[in-house]
C-alpha cells in the first residue's frame, strides 16, 4: 500500500540493496546503428528514442525508461521505442528476435520490483503510445483497450457510463492496464471485484517471435480449450507483450462510507472480520487492518487528525471498514446496525468506533490508512516485505519476526526501531514493515531469508502483489516448488526459446 | 441449463449424432492381466473395477464409467481404478505413463460433450473415493477439498458456517468439484460471484509422468511467477489429474427474491438490463432471458404455472430477475423500486412485472426458467447450441438461424418447428435451441457448421460453459485462431508427450 490513492510520488532516493542477477548463460545484442536504421524504415521518426546515431536523443531523454519509480534498479539502454499499433509491435519484436536483441516491455514504469527497467541494455518497448479505447459495450460492462491506456484514464472513460474499472491503485496517474495485467495488480478494490484472473476477459498478446495471438475475446464465458492468456497474466513480460486488453467493469457503487474501528486486542481481529463480512455481505469493499505502531506513526507524521484520544485510548490495533452499495440510506443503516451490535455485545470486540459523516471525514479516516508508507519511510528505512499468509497468522508473523530480531540483540534504537504490520486483512495481504535507523548487511541479515522461510513455513507467499521482477528472482523457490518452478521454464523456453522477453526478470 | 437444480436426471436416451474423432497418430496399449496385478500391489481390492481377470467383474458394474450422461458416448474400458490419495493417483499416472497406457480422469461424468468417457478401452481413474475436505477457514472462507467431493457435499459442509460455494449447477448432485474446475464450469451463480479462474486458489495436480505439482494454495494473492493452475482450468483432463482443489467460498447471502418481468418488445431486454444492474447493482445475482415461444413451452409442457393470461398477453420475451442480499427489507425496497420506476417510465420497458411473495413463488418462477430444457425435449428433438455471443447479439442469431432454416425450406411442422433462445443474459450466454420433429441429417446439414460459422462471425464462443470434449473438437478453430491452437497443442505436448492423459478429447 502507498501513501496516496491518487498520485505517483517518488519515494526518498535510496542507495539499491541487492541488485539482481543477470541469467549468465544467455547473450544477446545490443542495439546498433544498423539496427536503428532498420527501426526507422517501420516506424516514425517520434517513435524512436535513442542515444545512437542518426536519432541521437540526450541521454537525459532516456533516464525516465532506464531508473525504476524507486529509483532503485537503473538500465543503461540506448534505445526506447514507442510504437502505435500492434502491427508495429510485432514488426519490432520480430526483428528483434530474428537479431537476438533483448527486450524489456514498459508500461507506466510503477512496478516496485525492477521489472520494468533492463539489467543491462536492452531495448525497452514502451506502450505509452499505444492509448486508444478500442470499444465499450455499456450493456456487459466489457471494455476493450490498447494496453498502454493509463488505469486512471480509463476509470474515467467509464464514470459517465456509471461503470468502474474492477481494480484501483495508488499508482492509477501512471501504471498502464497492460502493465496491471503483465503484473496482475491486486489494489484496492479486490476484495470486492476479485483478482484479474477473474475479470480479464481477453488478451492481444505479440508472442516472441513476433506473431499476434488474438484472444481479445468480448466474452464472459468461453470454455473451448486451454485458457492461454492467462499465463500472461502475471508473467511480467517475460512471455510476450500484451497489446489489448478485455476487461469486466463493474457497476459504479453509488455510494460508499467508511468506519474506523479500535480494538483492545489483536486476537479480536479474525472474529471481527467474520461477524463484519456475516452481517454487510455484499457491501463490503475493504477491511485494512493497521496496528497501533503502524497508527502512532502515521499521526506523529501528520497522518492521523480523524481520530480523538478517547478512541484511540486502550487500542492495540484498528481496522477500517469500506462499504459501497447501491443505496446510501441502506448501507448506512447495515454499517450502524453492524456497530450497534458490536458495541453491545456481550464481550464487545471493538473499543469503540468512528463513522465518517461526510465525504471529508471519509477521506480522512482513508488518509490514515494509506498515509502509513509514506510516515514509515519518514520514521526510518524501512524494510518492506509484500506477503501473503493465512489470516490467521498476521499476529504470529510480525511477533515472531521481532522476536527473532531481539534474540539478535537488534531491537533497539540505533537497529531496528519498529516492527509493524498493517494491510488487506480481507486478502490475506500483509505488509510487514521493519523500520530501522539504517539500512544495515547486519539487519539484512538478520531478515533474509529469515522472512522468506517464515512466510514459507505458512505456505504464504513472499510476493503478494508486486511480483518478483529483478528483485526476487533468487526467492522465487520459497514460496513455489522445484516442480513449479521447473515448468515454468519450460513454458517460458516454450513461448520465447530464445530468452529475449525482459530477461532475468521472473525466473533466473 | 437444465430442467432442475437440485438432481441429475437421465434424458430420454437418444441415438449419437456424430461418433468422435480419435487422433489416428496415438497408439496406446490396452490394460492387460499383468496390469491389474500391478495396480494389486498398488491399491486395495475394493478400489479396482476390472472385466479382467483375476479381478472379473461383471461388464454391468463398468458400464456407469464407460456410458456418459446423455447415454450418447459409450466408452469400453474393461477398467476403472478408484483410487482413495493423491499418492495413489500419482503411482497408477507414473505406471501407466510408462506402460503407455491412457487414461479418462473420471468425476461425477456428469459433463455434456463426452469428455468423461473413454473413446475406446482408455483406463478410467475415477476420483470419486477421494472426498475429503481437507481445511476450511471461516475467517477467509477458503476451502480445501480432495478432488471428489460432491458439489453438493461441500455447499452441505460449508452451510452451518455461512458460506456458500460460488458456483451452483444442476448436477450439483453429482458432479464432482474436480470436475466442476476441469470443466470450468459456470452455472448459476457466475454472474454474481465469477468465474472459477478467479475463485479457485490453489491446485493440487497429478502430471502425466505421475508428478505432483503441488499448488494447493490457501492464499487470495500470491504473484510469485506464472500462474500454472490456471491451464488446468477448463484443461477437460488432458493435462493432469486434478487430486485437490483450494476455492474462496462467498459467503451466504440472508435474503433472496425474484422477479419475473413481461417485455413487450426483445429491444428491450438490453436497455433493462442495464437498468436493473444500475439499480440493483451488487445484489442482483441472476438476469435469465426467456423468449415468448421457450415460455409457452415451459407452460405447455406442465412448468408455467406462476403467471396469469393479463401478465403474458402481448409479451414477446420475458427476464427472470434474482436478488441476494445481506438484508431482506433492503432487498425488497430495491427491488419494488426498481419495478415502480420500470412501470411509471414514460416509455416502459415491461408491460408488468410479477414479484414472488414466498419461498413457493420463488421457486415457481423459477421453475418456468429451468423447466424449458425439459420442456423442450419434450416437444421434439432438440439441436442444442450453448453458446457465447456478445449480449446485444441475442436476437439477431436466433432470427438468423430461423430465417436461415426457412431459406431453406426446412421450417415447417415436419421438419425445424421452433427456434428459441434463453439463457444467461448477464454472462452473455444463449441456448439456442432448434426444435426439430426429428433429427435428420438435412436439418444438421443445414445447421453446421452454419451456427458455428454464424458464433465465430461475432467472435463468439461454440462452447460457453460445456467445453469441447469430443464432441467439438472439429470445431475449436470455429472459437479459436491457428496461432492459439498451436499453442495450445504444444501446451498438451510439454505437459503429456506420450499423450496419455485423455486422448482425443479437447485437440484432435
Ligand atoms: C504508488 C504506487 C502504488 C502501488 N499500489 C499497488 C497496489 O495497490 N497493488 C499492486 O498490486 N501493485 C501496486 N503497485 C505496483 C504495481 O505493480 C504497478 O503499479 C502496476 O501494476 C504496474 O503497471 P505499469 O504500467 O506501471 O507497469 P510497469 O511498471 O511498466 O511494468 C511492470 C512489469 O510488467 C511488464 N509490463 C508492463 N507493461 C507490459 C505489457 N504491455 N506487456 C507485457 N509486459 C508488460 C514490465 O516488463 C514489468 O515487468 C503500486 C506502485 C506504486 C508506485
Ligand atoms: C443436469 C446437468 C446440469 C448441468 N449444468 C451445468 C451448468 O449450469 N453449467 C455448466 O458449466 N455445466 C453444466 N453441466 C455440465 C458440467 O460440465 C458438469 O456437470 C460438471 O462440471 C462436470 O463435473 P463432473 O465431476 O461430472 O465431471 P465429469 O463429467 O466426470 O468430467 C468432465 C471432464 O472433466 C474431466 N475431469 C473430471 N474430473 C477430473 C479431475 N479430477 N481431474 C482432471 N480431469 C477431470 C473429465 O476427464 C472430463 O473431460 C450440467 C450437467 C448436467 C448433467
Redesign the interface.
Known amino acids: 500500500m502507498f501513501a496516496t490513492r491518487c498520485a505517483v510520488r517518488r519515494l526518498p532516493q535510496r542507495a539499491a540493496r541487492r541488485w539482481a542477477h543477470t541469467p549468465a548463460t544467455l547473450k544477446f545484442n545490443s542495439v546498433t546503428e544498423q539496427d536503428i536504421a532498420h527501426f526507422q524504415k517501420i516506424l516514425p521518426a517520434a517513435s524512436i528514442i535513442s542515444t545512437l546515431s542518426p536519432v541521437s536523443s540526450p541521454a537525459s531523454e532516456l533516464s525516465i525508461f532506464n531508473d525504476d519509480w524507486m529509483n532503485k534498479y537503473h538500465g543503461k539502454s540506448t534505445t526506447v521505442l514507442r510504437p502505435k499499433s500492434t502491427k508495429e509491435v510485432s514488426e519490432i519484436v520480430k526483428y528483434c528476435n530474428e537479431r537476438g536483441i533483448a527486450i524489456v516491455p514498459q508500461g507506466g514504469n510503477t512496478g516496485l520490483v525492477g521489472g520494468s527497467v533492463p539489467l543491462k541494455d536492452e531495448l525497452i518497448l514502451s506502450l505509452g503510445n499505444m492509448t486508444k479505447i478500442r470499444s465499450f459495450?455499456?450493456?456487459?460492462?466489457i471494455i476493450v483497450a490498447d494496453a498502454g491506456c493509463i488505469l486512471e484514464a480509463m476509470s474515467e472513460y467509464l464514470a459517465p457510463h456509471?461503470y468502474i474499472m474492477p481494480l484501483d491503485l495508488g499508482a492509477k496517474g501512471s501504471c498502464q492496464i497492460g502493465g496491471n495485467v503483465s503484473?496482475?495488480a491486486?489494489g484496492l478494490r479486490?476484495l470486492r471485484y476479485?483478482?484479474l484472473?477473474?475479470?480479464v476477459l481477453g488478451l492481444e498478446v505479440v508472442?516472441p517471435d513476433g506473431?499476434?495471438?488474438?484472444?481479445l475475446?468480448?466474452?464472459?464465458?468461453?470454455?473451448?480449450?486451454?485458457?492461454?492468456k492467462?499465463?500472461f497474466?502475471?508473467?511480467e513480460g517475460t512471455?510476450g507483450i500484451v497489446t489489448g486488453v478485455s476487461i469486466l467493469a463493474a457497476?459504479a457503487?453509488?455510494a460508499s462510507s467508511n468506519v474506523m474501528l479500535a480494538l483492545p486486542k489483536y486476537d479480536n481481529v479474525?472474529p471481527l472480520?467474520?461477524e463484519v463480512?456475516?452481517?454487510?455481505?455484499?457491501?463490503l469493499s475493504a477491511f485494512e487492518f493497521i496496528d497501533r505502531k503502524s497508527y502512532e506513526l502515521a499521526v506523529k507524521h501528520g497522518q492521523g487528525r480523524a481520530l480523538n484520544d478517547e478512541d484511540v485510548e486502550g487500542a492495540e490495533c484498528f481496522v477500517l471498514v469500506e462499504t459501497?452499495?447501491?443505496?446510501r440510506e441502506?448501507d448506512e443503516?447495515?454499517l450502524n446496525g453492524l456497530l450497534e451490535s458490536l458495541l453491545e455485545a456481550d464481550e464487545p470486540l471493538i473499543n469503540t468506533g468512528v463513522l465518517s459523516q461526510s465525504p471529508a471525514q471519509f477521506s480522512q479516516l482513508w488518509a490514515i490508512r494509506e498515509g502509513i508508507t509514506e510516515a514509515v519511510s519518514k520514521e526510518g528505512k524501512a524494510y518492506k516485505y509484500d506477503i501473503?499468509?493465512?489470516?490467521?497468522s498476521f499476529k504470529e508473523v510480525v511477533d515472531k519476526t521481532r522476536d527473532h530480531l531481539k534474540s539478535k540483540g537488534l531491537l533497539h534504537d540505533d537497529a531496528v526501531k519498529h516492527v509493524v504490520g498493517y494491510g488487506h486483512v480481507?486478502?490475506?495481504?500483509l505488509h510487514l514493515n521493519v523500520v530501522a535507523a539504517a539500512y544495515t548487511p547486519e539487519i539484512e541479515a538478520a531478515l533474509e531469508p529469515f522472512v522468506y522461510e517464515l512466510v514459507a513455513s505458512y505456505?504464504?507467499?513472499?510476493?503478494?502483489?508486486?511480483?518478483?521482477g529483478a528483485m526476487?528472482t533468487h526467492a522465487?523457490q520459497y514460496?513455489?516448488?522445484t516442480?513449479?518452478?521447473d515448468?515454468?521454464k519450460?513454458?517460458?523456453a516454450?513461448f520465447d526459446p530464445k530468452g529475449i522477453m525482459n530477461p532475468g526478470k521472473?525466473?533466473e
Chains 1, 2 share one sequence.
Open positions: 459495450d455499456p450493456v456487459s460492462g456509471d503484473t496482475n491486486g479486490l476479485g483478482n484472473h477473474g475479470s508472442l506473431t499476434v495471438l488474438d484472444q475475446s468480448t466474452l464472459r464465458k468461453d470454455n473451448t480449450g486451454y485458457d492461454l492467462q499465463l497474466i502475471g508473467a512471455l457497476p457503487p453509488q479474525l472480520f467474520r463480512k456475516r452481517q454487510l455481505s455484499e457491501i459501497s452499495g447501491g443505496k441502506h443503516e447495515k501473503s499468509i493465512p489470516v490467521a480481507g486478502d490475506g495481504n505456505k504464504g507467499s513472499i510476493s503478494a502483489e508486486h511480483g518478483i526476487k522465487l514460496s513455489k516448488s516442480t513449479s518452478i515448468l515454468m519450460k513454458i517460458k516454450l521472473v525466473l
